[in-house]
Structures are given as C-alpha cells and as structure tokens.
C-alpha cells in the first residue's frame, strides 16, 4: 500500500474509534441519567433504558465492524497457538470459506428482514427498527469484506500472526 492509502486508513480508524467511544460515552451518560431520575428523583423514565440498549446493539456491531483488528478477536486458540504458519493459513481460509459463505447466504433474508422493520418502531424515542437493525447489515458486509481479504492474504502465502497468550494486548 502506498503512505497515503496508509494515512487515509489510520484516518479512518481513528474516527471509527472516535465513534465508538461516543457511543460508549452517550451511554454512559444516559445510565446515569436514569439512575438519578430513579433513584434520586423517584421518576423512573424510559427512554433512558432504551437509549442505552440501542448504543450497546450498534456499539458492539460498529465496533466489531471497524475497530477490533483481526488479532483482537477473541478466538479458541488452544490449537491455533500450537501450529506453525502454514498450518494457521490452512485454518484462516478454513473459516474465512465458512464465514464469507454464512454470512453471504444469510445476508439477503437479513436485508429482507431489516427493511421489513420499517414497520415497527421502538416504544420511548419511536426510532424505526430498520434504522435501529441497519447497523446489522453493515457488520454482515464489512466481516464478508475482512475475511475475504483474510483468505486472500493466506493464499498468498502470507500466515496470521502468531498469538502468544502471554503477550496479548488491550489494541493500544
């Protein structure tokens, strides 16, 4: 990759990461706020709850969409910590195959079913439930567009890294 398609993507993962923490920090915000309003006030509200419930949906989806690496997932690596390269890109595009196939089978009855939602709305901040689900659809297309890049970097010979449990890292 050239250094500005390298700035352009760490541009971007900031900000997808920006996202995520706005998100985090909004429902933060808003689990206080219906502490206070229970507890203190004795005025219990809804749309706090709701509120909260939405942010975790779309934070754990656009995080595992644009944030984690690859490397950050959490995997059962009992086995996959013991092989040596050629054996982990044999298991990369074991289950990239399985899951680009997965996800793009189910993919056109979840895009049915996400704008059939437009149907129904959420009780308190009567926000559709196709918007509401649409954070599915793109983490269903960005995991069928990683691992397709996954398989494609292992039949080209390049391995997954190797996972030193001893070694992991928080991704900072």
Do not use: C
Not at 40 to 48: K, Q, Y
Not at 63 to 74: C, M, P, Q
């Amino acid at each position: 990759m050239t250094s500005s398609l390298q700035a352009i993507g760490s541009w971007l993962a900031r900000r997808a990461e920006n996202v995520a923490a706005a998100m985090l920090a909004a429902m933060f915000l808003a689990f206080l706020l219906q502490i206070a309003f229970r507890y203190v006030l004795n005025l219990p509200i809804g749309w706090t709850h709701e509120i909260s419930v939405i942010l975790w949906i779309w934070l754990v989806l656009w995080g595992s969409s644009f944030v984690i690496s690859e490397r950050e997932e959490i995997r059962f690596d009992i086995i996959y910590g013991t092989v040596g390269p050629g054996s982990r890109r044999v298991m990369m595009l074991i289950t990239a195959a399985a899951l680009i196939a997965l996800y793009a089978i189910s993919f056109p009855a979840v895009l049915d079913y996400v704008t059939f939602m437009k149907v129904e709305k959420t009780s308190y901040l009567k926000i559709r439930f196709d918007w509401l689900f649409s954070i599915y659809i793109v983490f269903a297309a960005a995991t069928i567009i990683r691992y397709v890049w996954l398989a494609w970097r292992a039949m080209r010979g390049v391995a997954p890294e190797e996972l030193v449990p001893t070694e992991a890292s928080p991704g900072v």
